[in-house]
């Protein structure tokens, strides 16, 4: 038909299809506006947990479906639906409602639907239920007085959602026009009409109309003298609704004042506990919301936040991750700063007993020192090789320094001089006692004249024996720094919590290559020293060096699979206990016994002595003198004529003058040997006859 219609109460939301309803007009707001109010309030309170009584029919259908669709969208759930029949012929069911909204959690419940009076007649029943409930209506329930007043028990205390369709401007227009709006004034007026006949008993000029209202009514009609004004009657508010734009200004201002000052100056004189409609507890910061299984969204169960994890909402639906430095605190609330940790000063005591251990043992080393530099010139000293002696010491002395590069906050130059400054000074250290055992073997091996490896004899061998056994660790080192060095390292994943500041070997291979050729050195040491620990001498090392390198070996076997087996500021103290350890080790073995001779049995470290034992040195005095052929000589002259050395000793004394003091050569050698063949010659003259001259023996 092609014919605009306007509607001052048509509220479905469907009206606003434009296809569907292209000339339907309304000057109400529909009642999506009313959903949504609705599920803001809900939403305001933390009730996300309700239930619903609609009317069995369209409109309750409609209105459920609509109002389920923004509840869902705020996150409220609703526990269960009673639809109750309009319609007086449908058998009623009071008593199963009353026990589904018995056995019901929820506190809130939403009235919505056509409210007709049998929608009502039907609450009664249902009373001593409704009243330990929160009821919400919307405006289709608000509108009507005459249904809430109907049950006002099960009413009280509800919240209702009343339209706001009058505002109260007072303009002269307005009130001139109702002053004057009357039954006598618009006659032809049906609206009019009504009003006058229902509140003043006015007559119509409708007949059929006057019969029916005193029929249902009971009420006499008469004529009205035209002084009767419509806002005379106590139902009218003297409210006129204009649509000037000023109203739409008054309004937002309005609404911002109270949403700036007036929540503020609220000021509660009643502490009333608002009461709590959820199907779980809410879940504290620190927790998430994790779903039930086969339950509705709103009902949950609170887990904690996993690891690195916090929540700062409550009822957080997710955890937030932390950033790699940064880590909860106790309560998963906060990020925080992760905790750095390794071997420090400040904060480990392990630290402070290894510096005391490192610098009591370097002071040890530095008094060996001492005191080999203020005896060097004794046949101990001499007799051990005192420049193997005292290379030997400064690589200990080193080894203990190195520990300080293992303590404290690790970077990459530290990183890089960890292993390497420990691995060239042990391996020179170790390389001294390579050289010390290999001299020993050639000395013993070059005792008979002739022999092939007297050209071995001398400080060349022992020094090239060091330099050569040094180089290769220091090519194998710095090849590693060319090729992967050593670099600082922040791991964040071993250790909740903590972020381990560590060194990264870099290349596996240059590291495992630093410890295993010290191992090759140690091995072969041993090897050595251990066939060498009984030959005849009375400074004859060999048998300490096989101590210290068993010693050693031990150690860092023992410390390979524990330095796997650790992270962190562990791995250092393992690697410290091990350097710490091999280091003394050496130290004690080599030289405590040497010192024990010199400092407390200071007759035994002298010449004379020295020619009343059963061997003298060991293989050579010194590095700067000639080969020690004279111990040899002497060594192997007591052996061929079966005399006790201190039977030699006064008839040797002049040999051995020449011995010590001769630069030799293999000539020089022999010619000594026949001088001092004669001085036994005549030695055992005297024993036969007691004359030099009598039985001649050939020698």
Partial sequence: MNLYQISYGATDPSLRDRATFPYIFRTVQSDEANYFAISKLLRHFGWTWVGIITSDDMSGEEEHHSLAKYLSREGVCIEFTIRIKTNIKH????KQHEMTI???STSVIILSGTASTMFVTELPIMNSVLQEKTLILSSNWGNNDFIIGYAMDIFNCSLVFVPRYHYDLGTPEMSRFLEDLGFSKFPNDKLIEDIFIIFYLCLSKDQNKNDLYQYIYFQTLHNCTGQERITDLPYFSCETNSPRVHLAVD???QALHEMLFIKESIQYPYKYQIPRSQCSDNCPPGFRKAPKPGAQSCCYVCVPCSEGEISNTTDSESCIQCPDMEWPNEKKIQCIAKLEEFLSY???????IFSFISVFFLLITGEILGVFIKHCNTPIVRANNRGLSFLLLVSIKLSFLSVFLFLGRPVDITCMLRIITFGITFSIA???LLAKTIMVCVAFKATKPGSSWRKWLG?????????FCSSIQIIICMTWLAISPPFQELDIHTSPGTIIIQCNEGSAIGFYSVIGYMGLLAAVSFVLAFLARSLPDSFNEAKYITFSMLLFCSVWITMIPAYLST???NTVCVEIFAILTSSAGLLACIFLPKCYTILLRPGVNMKSNLLRSKSHFSYFLDQHEAPPVSTMVR???AAELQLPSLKLAGYAHLAYGMLDNAAYSADHTYIIVLVFKYFLWQFRCKQTIGHPHTSVKTM
Avoid at 91 to 94: A, E, S
Avoid at 346 to 352: A, C, E, F, R
């Fill in 346 to 352: 400040s904060d480990d005591v392990i630290s402070i």
């Fill in 430 to 432: 170790v390389s001294s």
């Fill in 567 to 569: 992270k962190g500021k």
């Fill in 251 to 253: 309004i937002m201002s």
């Fill in 459 to 467: 400080v060349k061998l022992s020094n090239s024996v060091v330099l």
């Fill in 635 to 637: 060594r192997s002259l």
């Fill in 102 to 104: 018995k056995r019901s």
């Fill in 91 to 94: 058998t009623m069911k009071p």
